[in-house]
């Protein structure tokens, strides 16, 4: 696992986090990648559900959702190399998800990179 002190991690964790509230309730959003995201999220949305075609966005668990999309922005943007972001969003789902979370975001990742 990741340690917190990994700066990466920790602007990543803060992502998750606000994302996550943000799927509960509509507030300003003041972190780049956070607008980044909420600006395309269309676009993403559409890459996930073509990517994991058996489960739909509202069956997809908040939190396995909000890390996704994380991860399909970077991978879009470039921010980082893909098997880092694809990493980092295992570790956090490993974090924050449930028990199967981690190998369901690593999956549909796998997919959406082979399909870039």
């Not at 909000?66 to 972001?85: G, H, N, S, Y």
Request: a positive charge; hydrophobic letters at 45%.
């Amino acid at each position: 696992m990741k340690t917190l002190a990994d700066p990466r991690h920790q602007k990543r964790r803060k992502v998750v986090q606000e994302l996550f509230a943000l799927s509960f309730h509509k507030q300003p959003i003041h972190q780049s990648l956070t607008r980044g995201i909420n600006t395309n999220l269309a676009e993403i949305d559409k890459i996930i559900s073509k990517s994991a075609p058996v489960f739909p966005l509202d069956k997809i668990s908040k939190i396995d959702l909000v890390i996704l999309r994380l991860a399909v922005f970077e991978l879009l943007k470039q921010t980082a190399p893909p098997k880092v972001i694809i990493d980092e969003a295992v570790e956090l789902a490993k974090e924050f998800g449930g028990e199967t979370s981690f190998s369901f975001v690593n999956g549909v990742l796998g997919t959406i990179l082979k399909n870039l």
